[in-house]
């Protein structure tokens, strides 16, 4: 039914997931300090609603959204605002970002929560929005608000729900782990969706190197009609949505689109169970499975963890570090980024941690390209990477867009496989930042231009409205003085 | 051999004098529409940054040649490249200033309202006796508040680097 | 803003590198090079080593003299063009035919058009035309096959006399390939079937046992290398069997209708360097078009213009000019050929979604 000639390209990395998917998914203890950055979701800055020393409640809103497409930021834990400032980000720059510093009193006292009595007798609309209200977001790392997909779902036929478990990244094991021990509660997720978007279908999608997740899900799934848990190959990347959907419907997202296109809409194994705690138990997005990892870590494992809790932390938790660790990721190697420092907080889009030993981080020293078109060949995309990057490296952003920048969705495979080492997603980094700067530069341009022609047309009111009473005062004083005569 | 001189001299000179008459009556009496095509794709703030009095000087000069594509600091490389394809001329992207803001330092300004007066893109809001603040998303960096300024409370810097303007570097060519 | 020197990922690698690339296909050499200097050897042995060593120090001055680094000598690239180079030439060939072409082939063949992954065309095989045009004589001696130890083989002096010396080949010992034999005989107007019948036969020919140049007579131990390659998939399957099929097809096809001309399918395959241009000249990827579409027009090119001029034209073989006439077509090939990309029709159109159908529909947005 599914064969594999539909997914195109694609790598086998080495998985590296034994290790942290055989310990179950241990519980951070409560750290002093939770650091919660205000940008941890796709949209806009998300708005403090507390003031500094203020004592907030577990689960209390710390901070609205402003947009639609942004999403709300509640406190993991009951403690006091100490500051809202700017703190270290996870990202590679080490740039700071606006944020919230919340001191732990370890009491852990929750706010009351809005349960809802039966989720499946509620609007789905009003479903959706207590989704949008509990902060949920893609937690495999694309942290775009849960509920505006939900939304969008409700406007449009959506057949299937696809709940994506299979984690193709390396390394990382939370999802399965979630789907392992948690599997009612990922089922359950499902359905409330389903009962969201009035799907006819719901299909798990789980990678075959899980069988223990496959069973778990098989059996969680029995009781329930409509729910299809398939096994897709391990192959990567096969958790991302395109690729996912073509496999298990074999369809394809028209460039441009989105997945509603072909009526599937996607959501990942983490995000349904977050949504499951919203929907079931009012719960807020506070709290996350993350996978530690790499051959630094003692102990690699999956750990719970309040969002803010550093990093540090977490390797802690996991029996520390080994060794100084060549490189710290955040997420997976493929499309991980580097950290800075281990003092950066965990945000919701965390799927893992990774502090990867010397052996296992490839060389970088680049050669010329040898057009061995591996890269084209593990391209799921279809596209021609080494012609993308000859053309970004001359800066002919244009002639990289044509040749499938506007399609890459920076996967990685090309420079996993490229012999010459050469760093083909930083070319695709690169440009597509280059494009985003003069896609934003001549947005001030207009901005700017527009301000300037409305000041010019104002100023040049003013002064006709200033000429007319002038004009109309002089008029004044001639009648006035006829009048005064003319008695 | 005469006829034939002859024949070709009477050619040149009707097809000279003809090319010479159209040159005088059909000649496109309106300014270059190159100049107005590249107005429109400038800031329009007549912020003066580029040396010229204004815009439209600033494209004239640009289509004579004497000014350089990256004259433009508000336009930023958009504009350099947009500038330099349509003049034809190579682009030195080095040549191009860094953005500027303007920042008004809050323990002087005493909300005498001259700077946003100034002020050609209404980037300075503020009231009288308040003090006053620049809108980094309109600000041009044309150093205009900073004449009008009477306290000398303004300064121009770089932005701000913040993650959103963090971009990937290049690659170093293998 | 930005900040040089941070990497973007992946973090991980295959771990395969150019010069492993560069390594295996020398390895996938080895069987057939290794019974060439058996067959000729003294001469072919001193003519192998010269090629592959006067490549690698003209690729040396070449990096130094363009202030490129010089470890870009270590991807094996300047000795695998060298050793193909070598495969193609005479095997008694004389001293300066060997380092000529590698000067040629590095030189200009390569260096010039910007170094490694640069070239458009397949240096060896760029280096291999112009020595047969420029020096016609030397490049069509072919020595008869006379293995080390067998009596009357040139030992290590003689060796050394006939790649130095320049000692002519004495009559005895120089022979025509199959298929200049099977050329010069047609133009005296003789059959082709009655001059393969007393000239050509197939075995020896698969084997290996015949003249030729020093790399392309054993069929077999270039078909073993071959397919260990397409085993490690560094080359690609489409180049080599489209190429080989439309030999094989066009030659069957043309002996059915004409059997006096033209000497059919199996003599085509084991015969000159058809299988090594197939295997390993047109796949060089540095030349060959990179989509799947792309490779297999450009292989059934090389096939179809291989028989054309082997039938027609005036050199009885045909693959380095067949390779090198596709070379230059190829980045227009690339051009017209692209992947189709994933939610793209194959004219780069994003596909169109419809509504109540389990099939997307293509529909084009004009």
Same mark, same amino acid.
């Given at each position: ?61 710390? !901070? ?150 496959? !069973? ?76 530690? &990892? ?48 281990? @003092? ?27 057009? =061995? ?26 002639? !990289? ?87 | ?100 803001? &303007? ?72 | ?24 296909? =020398? ?16 001469? @072919? ?255 059934? !090119? ?65």
């Amino acid at each position: 039914m599914f064969n594999l000639a539909q997914f195109r390209g694609g790598i086998h990395p080495a998985a590296h997931k034994d290790r942290s998917a055989a310990l179950g998914i241990a519980a951070q203890p409560l750290p002093s300090r939770l650091y919660l950055p205000l940008r941890q979701h796709a949209g806009a800055e998300a708005l403090p609603l507390v003031k500094e020393g203020e004592r907030v409640l577990k689960g209390q809103l710390l !901070a609205g959204s402003p947009t639609e497409l942004s999403a709300p930021i509640h406190a993991p834990s009951s403690g006091r605002i100490v500051s809202i400032a700017p703190i270290d980000a996870p990202h590679p720059s080490g740039l700071k970002v606006n944020g919230i510093v919340l001191e732990c009193d370890g009491e852990e006292r929750w706010i009351d929560l809005d349960v809802p009595a039966d989720p499946f007798a509620e609007d789905p609309l009003r479903l959706a929005q207590r989704v949008a209200e509990a902060g949920v977001v893609g937690l495999g790392g694309a942290i775009f608000p849960a509920a505006v997909k939900l939304k969008q779902g409700t406007r449009h036929e959506i057949k299937t729900v696809l709940v994506n478990g299979s984690e193709c990244e390396p390394y990382l094991s939370c999802d399965d782990r979630l789907m392992r021990e948690r599997a009612e509660a990922v089922v359950d997720g499902a359905r409330l969706i389903q009962h969201i978007l009035r799907a006819y279908s719901i299909v798990i999608a789980i990678e075959d190197n899980k069988p223990a997740a496959l !069973a778990a899900m098989r059996a969680a799934s029995e009781p329930y009609g409509a729910i299809e848990v398939v096994a897709v190959p391990a192959l990567y990347p096969m958790g991302s949505a395109k690729q996912l959907i073509r496999q298990v419907t074999g369809r394809e997202v028209p460039a441009g689109g989105r997945s509603t296109d072909v009526g599937v809409l996607v959501h990942n194994a983490g995000t349904v169970y977050a949504i499951q705690q919203a929907l079931r138990h009012g719960r807020p997005l506070i709290s996350r499975v993350v996978t530690v &990892a790499g051959g630094c870590v003692s102990n690699p494992r999956n750990v719970e963890t309040l969002i803010g809790t550093p990093v540090q932390a977490l390797f802690d938790t996991c029996g520390g570090l080994l060794r100084e660790p060549q490189q710290l990721l955040l997420g997976g190697p493929m499309m991980g980024m580097l950290l800075p420092s281990t @003092a950066v907080p965990v945000i919701k889009g965390a799927t893992g941690l990774l502090a990867l030993d010397r052996h296992e981080v490839p060389r970088n020293d680049s050669a010329p390209c040898i057009r =061995c078109a591996r890269c084209v060949d593990a391209c799921p995309m279809g596209l021609a990477p080494l012609e993308m990057a000859a053309r970004t490296r001359v800066d002919d952003f244009d002639g !990289a867009s044509e040749y499938g920048l506007r399609d890459c969705i920076l996967c990685g495979c090309c420079a996993y496989v490229c012999p010459s080492h050469i760093p083909l997603v930083q070319y695709f980094q690169y440009a597509v930042g280059q494009q985003d700067e003069r896609r934003s530069a001549a947005r001030k341009n207009d901005y700017v231009k527009r301000l300037s022609e409305a000041r010019a047309a104002r100023l040049a009111e003013e002064e006709a409205a200033k000429a007319a009473a002038k004009a109309a005062k002089k008029r004044k004083t001639p009648a006035a003085a006829a009048s005064e005569v003319s008695p | 051999m005469l006829s034939a001189i002859l024949v070709l001299l009477l050619m040149g000179l009707l097809l000279g004098g003809g090319l010479g008459l159209a040159a005088r009556y059909l000649a496109v009496s309106e300014e270059n529409p190159l100049i107005k095509e590249i107005e429109t794709l400038m800031p329009g703030s007549q912020c003066g940054q580029c040396g010229y009095p204004g815009c439209t000087a600033a494209a004239s000069a640009l289509v004579e040649g004497s000014a350089a594509v990256t004259c433009c600091p508000p336009g930023g490389a958009a504009l350099a490249e947009r500038l330099a394809e349509l003049l034809g001329v190579p682009l030195d992207a080095g040549a191009l200033a860094a953005p500027m803001l &303007a920042r008004i330092d809050a323990a002087e300004c005493t909300g005498c309202t001259r700077c946003f007066r100034a002020c050609p893109t209404d980037a300075i809001v503020g009231a009288n006796g308040q003090i006053h603040c620049v809108l980094s998303n309109a600000c041009t960096g044309c150093s205009k508040c900073l004449e009008a300024c009477p306290e000398d409370c303004i300064a121009l810097a770089p932005q701000e680097p913040t993650l959103d303007q963090w971009r990937w570097a290049k690659p170093r060519a293998a | 803003m930005s900040t040089p020197g941070i990497a973007a990922g992946p973090f991980a690698h295959d771990r395969s590198s150019v010069d492993r690339i560069m390594l295996h296909v =020398c390895l996938a050499l080895l069987p057939t090079t290794a019974w060439g200097l058996y067959l000729f050897g003294w001469p @072919a042995i001193n003519l192998w080593l010269l090629t592959c060593a006067s490549a690698v120090v003209c690729e040396a001055i070449c990096l130094r003299l363009l202030d490129r680094p010089l470890r870009r000598l270590l991807d094996g690239s300047a000795l695998l063009t060298g050793w193909l180079l070598a495969l193609t030439l005479p095997p008694w060939a004389p001293w300066w035919i060997a380092v000529g072409g590698s000067i040629f082939a590095i030189g200009i063949g390569k260096q010039l058009y910007g170094g490694v992954g640069q070239n458009v065309f397949n240096p060896a095989m760029l280096a291999r035309v112009a020595l047969l045009i420029a020096f016609p004589l030397q490049m069509t001696t072919w020595a008869l096959p006379l293995p080390l130890g067998t009596p009357g083989a040139p030992d290590w002096l003689e060796g050394l006399r006939i790649t130095f010396a320049g000692g002519a080949l004495v009559d005895g010992l120089s022979g025509a390939t199959a298929l200049g034999h099977l050329q010069t005989e047609l133009t005296l107007g003789h059959d082709a079937v009655q001059i393969l019948d007393g000239h050509f036969s197939l075995l020896p020919a698969f084997l290996g046992y015949s003249g030729g140049s020093l790399g392309e007579t054993s069929e077999l131990l270039i078909l073993l290398g071959g397919l260990w390659l397409l085993a490690l998939r560094i080359i690609h399957w489409e180049i080599p069997l489209s190429m080989l099929l439309v030999v094989a097809l066009l030659a069957a096809l043309a002996h059915q209708i004409n059997p006096q001309v033209h000497g059919g399918g199996l003599f085509h395959l084991t015969s000159g360097g058809l299988l090594l241009g197939a295997l390993f000249i047109a796949t060089d990827p540095v030349t060959s078009p990179i989509s799947r579409s792309g490779r297999l027009i450009f292989g059934a !090119a090389c096939g179809g213009l291989i028989f054309v001029i082997r039938s027609w034209g005036s050199f009885p073989e045909a693959v380095a000019f067949a390779v090198l006439f596709m070379n230059a077509l190829v980045p227009l090939i690339d051009r017209l050929c692209r992947p189709r990309a994933y939610g793209r029709n194959g004219r780069g159109k994003p596909l169109m979604a419809a509504k109540w159908t389990s099939q997307v529909k293509e529909v084009d947005k004009v």
